[in-house]
Nanobody
Framework: QVQLVESGGGLVQAGGSLRLSCAASGRTFSRYSMAWFRQAPGKEREFVAVMSWTGATRSTDSVKGRFTISRDNAKNTVYLQMNSLKFEDTAVYYC??????????????WGQGTQVTVSS
């Protein structure tokens, strides 16, 4: 069992930066791929980025060059550094643990989400 708690969301102006953190409990954290998804108002939840336990990464095209996913297995934490934020990045961001995939059905455990609001 893995429990995930996100933090670091907030209100930021367009062009600004935020770093999201996801703290995980459970000794098997390092065995899971860790991902970030987001859900904007009125839209379906979508994949943002994933990092495997070996360090492989994948991200959606709309955030490439702006968002960076990283993890610290010693701290059981995964991060999402978000730079050059745009209004359309406004969403609730969720952390998830599971298999290396952009499909949310591959993920077994989910956090409660953290709100990111980008003002234009």
């Amino acid at each position: 069992q893995v429990q995930l708690v996100e933090s670091g969301g907030g209100l930021v102006q367009a062009g600004g930066s935020l770093r999201l953190s996801c703290a995980a409990s459970g000794r098997t954290f390092s065995r899971y791929s860790m991902a970030w998804f987001r859900q904007a108002p009125g839209k379906e939840r979508e994949f943002v980025a994933v990092m495997s336990w070996t360090g492989a990464t994948r991200s959606t095209d709309s955030v490439k060059g702006r968002f960076t996913i990283s993890r610290d297995n010693a701290k059981n934490t995964v991060y999402l550094q978000m730079n050059s934020l745009k209004f359309e990045d406004t969403a609730v961001y969720y952390c998830a643990a599971g298999d290396y995939s952009s499909n949310q059905r591959s993920y077994l455990f989910w956090g409660q989400g953290t709100q990111v609001t980008v003002s234009s």
